[in-house]
């Protein structure tokens, strides 16, 4: 691996704490721009040929998503009055450079101007911190357009799109069979099904191959580059630069303060559990929204007794993940949805859910494969979703059917900010390397509940104008227990009150410490973050470095 080479007792410009959607896009940035950078990421740098189309491997043995069997556990509970326990997966996320970038959707959904006043135009929401961000949409928009052609998004401009200042670099994915479905019950019903924006190559692009449709992207990384992950975007050019050093399988316990409070230093496990610590004149953490908080709290002090940049006690606390529905349907000609990306085409006609329903919410919904079945060695473990037998002859030919016959409308929402909904440090339950494990608390709120009902109920009509034979519907009716989204821990706000970071994404209470990552979040996003915090990472790096080369951190 190339790249600089920085002694641990030497101070470096910047440490940064994770590499997947933001730290990636940091560090090149930072990089390029000629600051030394130290990048710590607690995973290994898998490349294309690693990639394998290894079923159980991803979805059983966790190759790139930790768990407690490997000495990662997190613990789960509803409310603060029950006791936590281990589950299986809570908050579910990648271990490896470029983190969960390399097995997304690759779902590119931008925010729209109301996302980011939402609280102050439909007003608050009792038992809620629902907030107005500290930034608009038209600051954001340079850096969604950054996201568009230097990671690579393929699209087309929507109808109900926000306005952007420059068109997509690459043309949409071709339509696949379930969205066909999508597209003929939305024009029956008067809706409006258009190309999904999504961070995967539809043709070359920035020296990159396009898709080849082979079906397994979801959970995968992309064995031939095609999908827009910062591990293929971001990192070579960071190496490249000669500023910046890149060490994996390093996991961070710690951010060390000095005399005066700023951050000094980074502590951390190398894989055999050897300690080291980085020197550095400041800090980046961008490990995410269960890891970054974590970290903070990790981080106390004589000075910081409740962790690390916490004196507004909103460390932790708004958790969103993200609510969403699965309705599947079995229709008479092969759909054959199992192919392809895992969504192409969209329907954001219930963006914004009108207020005379009774309840706060919003979000879109795209035609898939079922999640439960949608590589053949899931379906076959799943059986039938539409009954019969779970043995022998019949359940074989119903199970051939439904994998090629069945398409998935899925809704994906809006979430609430709630104070009982965090992420706190375990008492009891440590990980293989004696550090607390992250103690996830959640329950929807009955908004967000009515909202993924609401959706499912909408995907409902949409599989019955399509001409589905069968139907099969779900929502998390009694709240979600875990996400692959985990946002708003460490809000950005003006107020050092009620929020962690400024608009800048520096720390209000440490100078020189910066945090951006799902925790910046003010409001939950329509269920697809990832390009907002990609936006959000080009626009931090930029006036990170700005700081810098001020002399202001």
């Known amino acids: ?56 491997g991803v979805f059983h043995d966790h190759d790139m998503t930790w ?52 609280a102050s135009v439909r007003g608050g929401i009792a038992g809620t911190n629902f907030a107005d961000w500290p930034i608009r949409y038209e600051e954001l928009e340079p850096y969604y357009t950054m996201v568009d052609w230097e990671v690579g998004v393929s699209g087309l401009q929507g109808p109900w799109d926000p306005p952007r200042s420059r068109d997509y670099p690459c043309a949409p994915m071709p339509v696949k069979g379930s969205d066909v479905l999508l597209e003929r019950g939305a024009n029956a019903l008067g809706h409006t099904a258009y190309p999904a924006p999504v961070a995967i190559l539809s043709q070359p692009h920035n020296g990159r191959p396009a898709c080849i449709h082979c079906g397994f992207c979801l959970g995968f990384g992309c064995e031939v580059n095609a999908k827009s992950s910062s591990m293929i975007t971001m990192i070579p050019a960071a190496l490249d630069s000669g500023n910046y050093e890149l060490r994996t399988n390093c996991t961070v316990a710690r951010v060390e303060t000095d005399e005066a409070g700023r951050a000094s230093e980074v502590a951390y496990f190398e894989e055999d559990g050897t300690e080291q610590s980085q020197r550095a004149r400041a800090v980046v953490i961008c490990a ?9 709290l990790l981080s106390d002090s004589s000075r910081f ?88 002859a019949e359940f074989k030919s119903r199970l051939r059917e439904e994998f090629t016959h069945t398409a998935a409308f899925d809704g994906h929402t809006t979430s609430l900010p709630l104070d009982s909904n965090n992420i706190t440090l375990d008492p009891e339950v440590r990980d293989k390397w004696g550090r ?59 107020d050092p009150a009620t929020s962690v970071i400024d608009r800048y994404h520096r720390s209000h209470d440490v100078p020189n410490l910066f945090m951006c990552d799902g925790s910046s979040l003010v409001t939950s996003s329509r269920g697809q973050p990832t390009m907002t915090i990609m936006a959000l990472a080009f626009r931090a790096a930029e006036y990170i470095n700005q700081f810098a080369q001020g002399n202001e951190i």
């Open 1 to 56: 691996m190339a790249g600089a080479s920085f002694p641990t007792r030497e101070e470096v410009d910047f440490v940064i704490v994770g590499s997947g959607a933001a730290g990636g896009i940091i560090a090149r940035e930072l990089a390029v721009a000629g600051h030394s950078v130290v990048q710590l990421e607690q995973g290994p740098y898998l490349q294309a040929a690693d990639f394998r189309h290894d079923e159980w």
């Open 67 to 118: 768990n407690h069997r490997q000495g990662h556990p997190q613990t789960f509970r509803r409310t603060a009055n029950e006791t936590a326990t281990v589950r299986e997966s809570v908050c579910s996320y990648a271990h490896n450079v470029g983190g969960s970038s390399l097995h997304f959707s690759g779902n590119f959904w931008r925010l729209r101007p109301i996302d980011f006043m939402e």
């Open 288 to 296: 995410n929204g269960a890891e970054t908080p974590r970290l903070l």
């Open 305 to 392: 007794p409740d962790g690390l940049a916490n004196s507004s006690g909103f460390v932790g606390r708004n958790l969103m993940f993200n609510g969403g529905s699965a309705v599947s349907g079995l229709f008479p000609e092969p759909v054959n949805a199992h192919k392809s990306i895992p969504a192409t085409r969209v329907v954001h006609d219930w963006y914004e859910i009108d207020p005379n329903e009774g309840f706060y919410g919003g979000g879109g919904i795209d035609g898939r494969h079922p999640a439960r079945s949608g590589t053949p060695m899931e379906s076959a473990l799943a059986g039938n979703l539409f009954g019969g037998p779970a043995w022998g």
């Open 436 to 494: 607390p494990a992250i103690r996830c608390t959640y329950m929807d709120h009955p908004d967000d509940i009515a909202t993924m009902r609401y959706f499912m109920e909408r995907s409902v009509e949409l599989m019955e104008a399509a001409g589905a034979l069968q139907i099969d519907a779900s929502y998390p009716e009694n709240g979600q227990d875990g996400s692959a989204h985990m946002l708003g821990t460490c809000r950005m706000g003006d």
